[in-house]
C-alpha cells in the first residue's frame, strides 16, 4: 500500500513538474563547438551561405566578433574546456591534451582514466581531471537529475568536456575502428549510437567517401587563378593507417556529426522534460585540411566553411522540427586557436631550419651530467615543455630551481629557441607580456622548462615513432561566438570579449549558477524588451 501511494504521488509531482514548466526558461539548450572557427571566414563566405545557418545566427542572434581566449598555446581540449567552465588552462586541469604524468614518467591524455572502462573502444577516459564544473554540469545540477545531457563530438576528450562530470552520455569516433565510442563513467549508452556502430558504421563506408567543391570554383573569393583550375577530390582509403584521422579533420565528419545528433533529437525526447533543461553539445570542425599534396588549403577550408554552414542550418531544421526554435537556447563558440602552419617549399627561401627534440636533450643530459655528474637528468618533452627527472635530481640532493634554471641557459641558446623559461619564471613574473604563458600554463603538469621556438622553424619530436613534426607559425585570428535564443537580442559586438566571460554568460541567460571556478563577469549583452 505505502509503494503504490509513492508511486501515485511521484507520479502526480511529475505532472505537476511539466504543467507547471516556466515558458520563460528554454526547454533545450544546444552548445557547439567547432574546431578553429573563425571570423574572418564566416564574414568573407556570408554570400555563399544559406538563410539558416550562420547567417540565421548573424541576423537573429548576438554575434561576438573578437572574443580573446589570451592563451597562445591551446589546442582543440584546453580551448573547449575554457569555453565550458569559464576559466583558463591553468586552473582547468586542461592545458592541454596530452599532459604529464610523474607516475609514469610520461605523457597522457589529460583526461585518461584507468578507472573507467570504454564502449566499442580500449580507451579509457572519464572527466575526472577537469577540476571546475562547467555549463553542462550546472544544466544536470539545476534539473535535479532530471535533465538529460548528451556530447557528440569526433575527439574523445572534446565529448568528454562538454558532457562535464554530470553529464548522461559522451560520445566520439574512436580513431583505430571508425566507430562511435563511449566510457562506462556515463550512465548511458544512446540507442542511436548502438544501432549506428552496427548498421551503418562509418568503417563500413569510408571508402565509398569523396570530398569535393560543394559550388564550382568560379564562386569561392579570394583565391589566386591556379586554385580555380582544378577541382580536388580527396578519398578516404582502409589501407591508409591515418584514415579515420583524415576523416575526423575533413568536413565529410560533420555530416556524420550532424546525423547522429538528429537522431539524439527524433529517439530521445530530448527536451521534452517539463521544467528539466535539456543539454545537447555538438563539436564539429572547420580545421585547415593538412592533407592536401601542395600545403595549399585555401580552397579546402573555404568549401569546409560552406558545407559546415550547411550542417548547421539541417541541425537547426531538426531543433525546430522537433523542439522548437523558440524553445531552445543555442550558442556556437570556436577553440580560439588556428593551427595553419605547413612547411614553405625551399624555393621561397623562406629563414628555416629544424630542432631534434632527440638531440637537444641528449645535449642537454650531457650538460647537466657534466655539471653535476653522470646521471639521466632529462626524462621528456611534450608541447614545448621540457620535464627532468625529479626522482633523479632529488637522489642526488640538488636544488630543483638550481638545475632548472642551468637548463634554461643552455637550451636558449639552442638554433631555433627565441627563448626558454623555467616553471618559476612563468609563474611569479608579473609582465604583461608573460601573461599569456602564465594563463596557459599548468604548474601541476607544465614542464620545468618551457620553450618558444622561432617562427618558420620545424620542431622534430623524434623522441616518439612516429616523429611528431611541427612548424612553428603565430597565427593571430578572430575567433567568434554566437548566441541565439533564451531572449537575447539581435546584436553585434565587435570590441574584445574575454572567452572566460562565455560560461557566465550562459548560465545568466538561463537563470541558473555558472559554473564554480569563472574568472569574469557575465557579459551585459542587450535582451529583448
Known amino acids: ?98 599532459v604529464y604524468d610523474p607516475s609514469r614518467q610520461g605523457m597522457v591524455a589529460a583526461l585518461e582514466d584507468p578507472a573507467s572502462i570504454g564502449n566499442f573502444t580500449t580507451e579509457t577516459y572519464s572527466p575526472a581531471a577537469l577540476r571546475l564544473s562547467t555549463i553542462s554540469d550546472e544544466i544536470a545540477i539545476d534539473g535535479a537529475g532530471m535533465a538529460a545531457v548528451y556530447a557528440i563530438a569526433p575527439d574523445a576528450q ?80 582502409m589501407a591508409d593507417r591515418d584514415v579515420y584521422r583524415m576523416y575526423a579533420t575533413s568536413p565529410l565528419v560533420n555530416t556524420e556529426v550532424t546525423d547522429v545528433a538528429i537522431d539524439y533529437l527524433k529517439d530521445l525526447s530530448i527536451g521534452g522534460r517539463g521544467d528539466a533543461i535539456d543539454m545537447l553539445n555538438v563539436a564539429y570542425t572547420a580545421a585547415p585540411y593538412k592533407y592536401v599534396k601542395d600545403g595549399d588549403f585555401r580552397l579546402e577550408l573555404e568549401d569546409s566553411y560552406v558545407r559546415l554552414d550547411g550542417q548547421i542550418s539541417r541541425l537547426f531544421d531538426a531543433i525546430d522540427k522537433y523542439v522548437g526554435l523558440d524553445n531552445a537556447f543555442i550558442y556556437v563558440a570556436s577553440t580560439g586557436y588556428y593551427d595553419d602552419a605547413v612547411v614553405d617549399d625551399p624555393k ?40 627532468l627527472d625529479r626522482r633523479q635530481i632529488e637522489e642526488r640532493k640538488l636544488d630543483l630551481k638550481e638545475v632548472a634554471e642551468a637548463a634554461r641557459d643552455f ?88 572567452a572566460t566571460a562565455i560560461a557566465p554568460t550562459v548560465t545568466q541567460v538561463l537563470r541558473i549558477r555558472s559554473p564554480n571556478g569563472v574568472a569574469s563577469r557575465p557579459l551585459p549583452l542587450e535582451m529583448k524588451r
Open 1 to 98: 500500500m505505502n509503494r503504490l501511494l509513492t508511486s501515485v504521488i511521484c507520479g502526480l509531482v511529475g505532472i505537476n513538474t511539466m504543467l507547471s514548466a516556466d515558458p520563460s526558461r528554454p526547454r533545450l539548450v544546444v552548445g557547439i563547438m567547432v574546431d578553429q572557427l573563425r571570423t574572418d571566414y564566416i564574414e568573407s563566405l556570408q554570400n555563399l551561405f544559406g538563410e539558416k545557418g550562420f547567417r540565421r545566427l548573424m541576423r537573429d542572434g548576438a554575434f561576438l566578433k573578437n572574443v580573446d581566449f589570451k592563451v597562445g598555446t591551446l589546442d582543440r581540449a584546453s580551448g573547449t574546456a575554457m569555453v565550458y567552465t569559464g576559466n583558463y588552462p591553468r586552473e582547468t586541469g586542461v592545458a592541454s591534451a596530452m
Open 158 to 237: 572534446q565529448a568528454i568536456i562538454m558532457a562535464g562530470h554530470a553529464g548522461t552520455s559522451a560520445c566520439w569516433i574512436n580513431d583505430n575502428s571508425g566507430k562511435w565510442a563511449s566510457t562506462t563513467y556515463y550512465r548511458e549508452m544512446p540507442k542511436p549510437i548502438t544501432r549506428r556502430n552496427y548498421s551503418n558504421s562509418i568503417a563500413a563506408r569510408i571508402d565509398t567517401m569523396r570530398w569535393k567543391p560543394a559550388l564550382p570554383l568560379s564562386s569561392y573569393p579570394g583565391l589566386p587563378a591556379q586554385k580555380r583550375m582544378y577541382d580536388f577530390d580527396h578519398r578516404f582509403s
Open 348 to 387: 621561397y627561401r623562406i629563414p628555416t631550419g629544424e630542432f631534434s627534440v632527440k638531440r637537444a636533450l641528449s645535449l642537454l643530459n650531457s650538460y647537466l651530467s657534466a655539471k653535476y655528474g653522470n646521471g639521466d637528468y632529462v626524462d621528456t618533452y611534450s608541447g614545448n615543455h621540457v620535464y
Open 411 to 498: 637550451l636558449v641558446r639552442m638554433s631555433g629557441v627565441s627563448d626558454a623559461y623555467t616553471m618559476g619564471d612563468i609563474m611569479s613574473s608579473a609582465l604583461p607580456a608573460m601573461e599569456s604563458m602564465r594563463l596557459g600554463t599548468d604548474p601541476k603538469t607544465g614542464g620545468d622548462i618551457v620553450l618558444e621556438f622561432n617562427g618558420g622553424w620545424r620542431v622534430n619530436d623524434d623522441t616518439r615513432f612516429p616523429n611528431n613534426v611541427k612548424v612553428m607559425r603565430s597565427s593571430m585570428t578572430l575567433t567568434p561566438v554566437f548566441m541565439m535564443g533564451g531572449g537575447i537580442a539581435p546584436q553585434t559586438v565587435s570590441v574584445p570579449v574575454d
